[in-house]
T-cell receptor
C-alpha cells in the first residue's frame, strides 16, 4: 500500500526565514511525486512534478528535490503570501487505487509572519 | 479557459437524500477524478475515469456512483446521503494522468 507522510504538520516562520518541508513516501514503483499548494477554501494548486531520484525543480522561492525515499520542498526567504498548506502526493505505477490515483499526505500548514 | 468547474459550491442534504455533484473541464483532458478531503485524513480518491465511457473505483467508492458520457463532464452521484459523507469534494483532471488541475471544491454537509 502506498503511503505518504509529511512533516512537520505545522510550521511558523518569520518572513525571510528559510526552511524545508519533508515528504516521506513508500510506493510500489514511482510514476511521479507531486507538490501542491492549497489556500483555505480553495482546491489544490499544482506546483511541481518529480519523476526520479536526483531531480530538482524550482519556482520563485520554492525548490523541490527528490530521493528514493523522500522529497523536500525548500522555501527560501519566504513572504507572508507563501502562507498555505502544502500537499505532497505520489502516483504509483501499480496503485491499488488505479493507475490514475494519487495518494496524498496530510499536508504541512505553513504560516509566514511579517 | 475556465479550467475545472464544480457546482454547487455548498450543499446541505438530509440523511437519505440523493444528489449529483457536477464537474466540467474545458481543457480536453482525458483523465478525471473525484477526491474527498476530511480533516486529518488528507485527500482520498473516490472514483476516476481515463476517458469517456471508462470509469473505475478508487480508495473510498462506497455510496458514490459516477459516469463519463463526454470528455468534459464527470458527475458524482450520492445515492443515499449519510452523515459520514459530510466532506469537501474535489474534482480534478489531467492530460496523461500527471499534473492534475483541481476544481475549487463542493462543501457538503449531511444532517
Amino acid at each position: 500500500e502506498d503511503q505518504v507522510t509529511q512533516s512537520p504538520e505545522a510550521l511558523r516562520l518569520q518572513e525571510g526565514e528559510s526552511s524545508s518541508l519533508n515528504c516521506s513516501y513508500t510506493v510500489s514503483g514511482l510514476r511521479g511525486l507531486f507538490w501542491y499548494r492549497q489556500d483555505p477554501g480553495k482546491g489544490p494548486e499544482f506546483l511541481f512534478t518529480l519523476y526520479s531520484a536526483g531531480e530538482e525543480k524550482e519556482k520563485e522561492r520554492l525548490k523541490a528535490t527528490l530521493t528514493k525515499k523522500e522529497s523536500f520542498l525548500h522555501i527560501t526567504a519566504p513572504k507572508p503570501e507563501d502562507s498555505a498548506t502544502y500537499l505532497c502526493a505520489v502516483q504509483s505505477l501499480y496503485s491499488g487505487g488505479g493507475a490514475d490515483g494519487l495518494t496524498f499526505g496530510k499536508g504541512t500548514h505553513l504560516i509566514i509572519q511579517p | 479557459n475556465a479550467g475545472v468547474t464544480q457546482t454547487p459550491k455548498f450543499q446541505v442534504l438530509k440523511t437519505g437524500q440523493s444528489m449529483t455533484l457536477q464537474c466540467a473541464q474545458d481543457m480536453n483532458h482525458e483523465y478525471m477524478s473525484w477526491y474527498r478531503q476530511d480533516p486529518g485524513m488528507g485527500l482520498r480518491l473516490i472514483h476516476y475515469s481515463v476517458g469517456a465511457g471508462i470509469t473505475d473505483q478508487g480508495e473510498v467508492p462506497n455510496g458514490y456512483n459516477v459516469s463519463r458520457s463526454t470528455t468534459e463532464d464527470f458527475p458524482l452521484r450520492l445515492l443515499s446521503a449519510a452523515p459520514s459523507q459530510t466532506s469537501v469534494y474535489f474534482c480534478a483532471s489531467s492530460r496523461g494522468g500527471l499534473g492534475y488541475t483541481f476544481g475549487s471544491g463542493t462543501r457538503l454537509t449531511v444532517v
